[in-house]
């Protein structure tokens, strides 16, 4: 899978996608870009949008994403390794256009 991870996402989650292309908004090029039009971009490209950004529910329609959307719950890199498992399984488990939101301890 392709995979975006958003500028607030920690670099380092990119060694935890095993098996994924994944790349970051910074090394894409596209820092600064605001989330409308960011998901936009990114959908011509990339299958899973991967953010921290616990505002883009709010502010987006992600009904009608036309991206696939994996919001994690912190941007904090050491919870995150602890749970590289559970990122994986969701990651795994998300569907095109769909939106999904991991809590993590």
Not at 16 to 45: C, F, P, Y
Request: a neutral charge.
């Amino acid at each position: 899978m392709k995979i975006l991870l958003d500028e607030c996402v920690p670099l380092p989650l990119r060694d935890l996608l095993g098996g994924h292309d994944s790349i970051s908004v910074q090394q894409r090029g596209w820092t600064g870009i605001k989330n409308g039009d960011l998901l936009r971009l990114a959908a011509r490209e990339f299958e899973l949008f991967i953010t921290s950004d616990q505002s883009i529910r709010y502010e987006q329609n992600l009904a009608r994403a036309p991206i696939a959307i994996l919001e994690l719950s912190t941007n904090d890199l050491r919870r995150i390794r602890a749970s590289a498992a559970m990122i994986q399984s969701e990651v795994t488990a998300t569907r095109a256009g769909e939106y999904r939101r991991v809590a993590i301890p």
